[in-house]
């Protein structure tokens, strides 16, 4: 028997084949080639298989979005046969014997500068479009799966950590569960997990190791525990664990439809957290409420180019009409720190998490933060959809997203084009500074959401990536309580509500201490919703105390 320890981060238990994910590296191999014809006819092989991938995504776009979606594919399927593309990597392999990698990958850096130098801003967007059929060429070219998992049946997904970006590629009806070498438990591997609803692992290290690949293994999302040739034992309580784990779902079905009300009659909003329009079907088939918070800049991180406002119109839009007139806050781009965009041309900082990101990018590039604010607007007309700003510290910031918001509301409606100008405006309260400065802040908006991920980075001094703070990581402490308390009174002062939409919002063991404090909202990831539904039920706000916040 083997067994790893690690840290689990996604509850559940199962089991099945390790596939360890493969990257599409960054790194392209550089030789001489003794066979250039060989390198050809690889290269011949390489084009066909992206011309197949890109007529199929190109039919698939067509069936879903219709004609124009398609659009994309078929300039990219032009790419890989464009004759003075390929005439270049030709004359490479003839002239410089290199391999048929190393020649693609200087065929499209080429071609993708001689884009980006033109005048023309339709010529220069192709920059990235070259770029992108060049990588998969490539990847082609050196067996890279898209959607990281070449296997029939689904896997456990093993990996170092996962990217944002890598983990929206993923295949994700392949995926049992999540173990990682490194990673924490508020990094977006867990995060994707516990929306997905299955068990995830992370804090493995150097136990993992490559050639476990293949071989079963059964995991606890629970104890963190991985386990490869389990003895006797292991495999009964794993068995006994995987059996109450389906009668858990089961019972946790008859919570669908229920109120999500405590037994003295306390109303609380039970959301979700979703990074992209296809986790809406987890949120219905969990019966959530609302959406709390959707991470839009996963919108972002998806693309090569910025997503234009048509674009990220639709997203929004099919949102809004598929939760059907139930709440969706949308939150407005949150990158950098751990979210990276190739595109935005991030300068890179030593502490990137207290660098440019969220809503200091978006208010020092007024012009993209207007193309997403038009995007919500105009979706707004389709639902009920609600604005949130991220990583707020000033009021100043909240005046000018306000003025933002006025000045699209106002062009909106010269151009005649619908939208709710009722529209609910919210800031995350993520920073100390927002919850120092709740009271002000609180007069400016319609609700606040915590952050609870990015609050107890800041307030603790603790880097949510860093799996490595051990005693000194504390969620429950005192501190990230005393605050949430803070900004509670400070909002039900100004009379609005205040929600949670950071991780800690799923901690059934602080749901007592949040109804003391008097938190309305609950923002969880889908699978969390009907263990919570069924606590909040069981709960009496009457014997609910505030013991926790003191030490
Ligand atoms: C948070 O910080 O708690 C939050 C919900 O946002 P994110 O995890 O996307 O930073
Ligand atoms: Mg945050």
Same mark, same amino acid.
């Given at each position: 028997?083997?067994?790893?320890?690690?840290?689990?981060?996604?509850?559940?238990?199962?089991?099945?084949?390790?596939?360890?994910?493969?990257?599409?590296?960054?790194?392209?191999?550089?030789?001489?080639?003794?066979?250039?014809?060989?390198?050809?006819?690889?290269?011949?092989?390489?084009?066909?298989?992206?011309?197949?991938?890109?007529?199929? =995504?190109?039919?698939q776009c067509?069936?879903e979005a219709g004609?124009e979606s398609a659009?994309l594919?078929?300039?990219?399927?032009?790419?890989?046969?464009?004759?003075?593309?390929?005439?270049?990597?030709?004359?490479?392999?003839?002239?410089?014997?290199?391999?048929?990698?190393?020649?693609?990958?200087?065929?499209?850096?080429?071609?993708?500068?001689?884009?980006?130098?033109?005048?023309?801003?339709?010529?220069?967007?192709?920059?990235?479009?070259?770029?992108?059929?060049?990588?998969?060429?490539?990847?082609?070219?050196?067996?890279?799966?898209?959607?990281?998992?070449?296997?029939?049946?689904?896997?456990?997904?093993?990996?170092?950590?996962?990217?944002p970006s890598?983990t929206l590629q993923?295949?994700k009806?392949?995926?049992?569960?999540?173990?990682?070498?490194?990673?924490?438990?508020?990094?977006?591997?867990?995060?994707?997990?516990?929306t997905?609803?299955?068990?995830?692992?992370?804090?493995?290290?150097?136990?993992?190791?490559?050639?476990?690949?293949?071989?079963?293994?059964?995991?606890?999302?629970?104890?963190?525990?991985?386990?490869?040739?389990?003895?006797?034992?292991?495999?009964?309580?794993?068995?006994?664990?995987?059996?109450?784990?389906?009668?858990?779902?089961?019972?946790?079905?008859?919570?669908?439809?229920?109120?999500?009300?405590?037994?003295?009659?306390?109303?609380?909003?039970?959301?979700c957290n979703i990074g992209s329009p296809e986790d809406v079907s987890a949120v219905l088939?969990?019966?959530?409420?609302g959406i709390g918070l959707f991470r839009s800049e996963f919108l972002y991180l998806a693309a090569s180019d910025y997503p234009t406002e048509e674009e990220q119109f639709q997203a929004y839009k099919s949102v809004a009409e598929a939760m059907n007139?139930k709440r969706v806050i949308i939150r407005t781009l949150d990158i950098?720190?751990?979210k990276?965009v190739?595109?935005?041309?991030?300068?890179?900082?030593?502490?990137?998490?207290?660098? =440019?990101?969220?809503?200091?990018?978006?208010?020092?590039?007024?012009?993209g933060f207007r193309t997403q604010l038009r995007a919500l607007y105009r979706a707004s007309a389709y639902g009920k959809v609600a604005i949130m700003?991220?990583?707020?510290?000033?009021?100043?910031?909240?005046?000018?997203?306000?003025?933002?918001?006025?000045?699209v509301?106002?062009?909106?409606?010269?151009?005649?084009i619908?939208f709710?100008?009722?529209t609910?405006?919210?800031?995350?309260?993520?920073?100390?500074?927002?919850?120092?400065?709740?009271?002000?802040?609180?007069?400016?908006?319609?609700?606040?959401?915590?952050?609870?991920?990015?609050?107890?980075?800041?307030?603790?001094?603790?880097?949510?990536?860093?799996?490595?703070?051990?005693?000194?990581?504390?969620?429950?402490?005192?501190?990230?309580?005393?605050?949430?308390?803070?900004?509670?009174?400070?909002?039900?002062?100004?009379?609005?509500?205040?929600?949670?939409?950071?991780?800690?919002?799923?901690?059934?063991?602080?749901?007592?201490?949040?109804?003391?404090?008097?938190?309305?909202?609950?923002?969880?990831?889908?699978?969390?919703?009907?263990? =919570?539904?069924?606590?909040?039920?069981?709960?009496?706000?009457?014997?609910?105390?505030?013991?926790?916040?003191?030490?």
């Amino acid at each position: 028997m083997i067994l790893m320890q690690g840290k689990g981060v996604s509850k559940g238990v199962t089991s099945g084949p390790l596939y360890f994910f493969r990257r599409s590296s960054e790194e392209i191999p550089h030789y001489t080639a003794d066979d250039i014809e060989n390198e050809k006819s690889r290269l011949a092989q390489a084009q066909e298989k992206s011309m197949a991938q890109l007529e199929a =995504l190109a039919e698939q776009c067509r069936a879903e979005a219709g004609d124009e979606s398609a659009v994309l594919f078929e300039t990219h399927a032009m790419f890989v046969e464009d004759e003075d593309y390929v005439d270049c990597i030709l004359s490479a392999l003839e002239e410089e014997h290199c391999n048929v990698e190393y020649a693609v990958g200087q065929a499209g850096e080429q071609f993708a500068a001689m884009f980006g130098a033109m005048d023309d801003e339709y010529m220069q967007a192709r920059a990235a479009d070259i770029k992108d059929v060049t990588r998969r060429i490539l990847n082609n070219l050196m067996g890279v799966v898209e959607g990281g998992i070449d296997s029939e049946e689904p896997v456990i997904l093993a990996a170092d950590d996962l990217a944002p970006s890598e983990t929206l590629q993923l295949d994700k009806s392949k995926i049992l569960g999540f173990i990682t070498q490194g990673g924490s438990g508020n990094s977006h591997t867990a995060i994707l997990a516990r929306t997905m609803g299955i068990p995830a692992i992370c804090g493995l290290g150097d136990a993992l190791k490559q050639s476990y690949e293949g071989r079963t293994a059964y995991i606890d999302g629970e104890t963190g525990k991985v386990v490869l040739e389990p003895d006797e034992l292991t495999l009964q309580s794993f068995r006994e664990k995987l059996a109450k784990q389906e009668q858990m779902r089961e019972l946790m079905q008859t919570m669908k439809g229920q109120e999500d009300v405590t037994l003295d009659g306390r109303h609380i909003k039970l959301y979700c957290n979703i990074g992209s329009p296809e986790d809406v079907s987890a949120v219905l088939a969990n019966d959530g409420q609302g959406i709390g918070l959707f991470r839009s800049e996963f919108l972002y991180l998806a693309a090569s180019d910025y997503p234009t406002e048509e674009e990220q119109f639709q997203a929004y839009k099919s949102v809004a009409e598929a939760m059907n007139g139930k709440r969706v806050i949308i939150r407005t781009l949150d990158i950098g720190a751990d979210k990276q965009v190739d595109y935005f041309h991030l300068t890179k900082e030593e502490n990137p998490a207290m660098g =440019l990101r969220a809503i200091r990018i978006c208010l020092n590039r007024p012009e993209g933060f207007r193309t997403q604010l038009r995007a919500l607007y105009r979706a707004s007309a389709y639902g009920k959809v609600a604005i949130m700003f991220p990583m707020i510290t000033s009021v100043w910031e909240v005046k000018e997203c306000k003025r933002a918001c006025k000045s699209v509301m106002a062009e909106l409606t010269q151009e005649g084009i619908p939208f709710n100008p009722e529209t609910e405006i919210g800031i995350m309260i993520e920073t100390p500074a927002s919850i120092f400065m709740a009271h002000d802040l609180a007069k400016l908006v319609d609700f606040f959401s915590v952050g609870t991920n990015d609050l107890t980075q800041y307030t603790l001094a603790c880097d949510r990536q860093c799996n490595d703070l051990g005693k000194f990581f504390v969620p429950h402490h005192p501190a990230i309580l005393r605050a949430l308390k803070m900004a509670a009174d400070a909002a039900h002062e100004a009379g609005i509500w205040i929600g949670i939409c950071g991780e800690l919002g799923a901690d059934l063991s602080l749901l007592p201490t949040f109804l003391a404090i008097g938190i309305d909202e609950l923002s969880v990831s889908p699978a969390s919703v009907l263990p =919570l539904r069924a606590a909040i039920r069981e709960s009496d706000t009457r014997a609910c105390t505030l013991e926790l916040l003191e030490q």
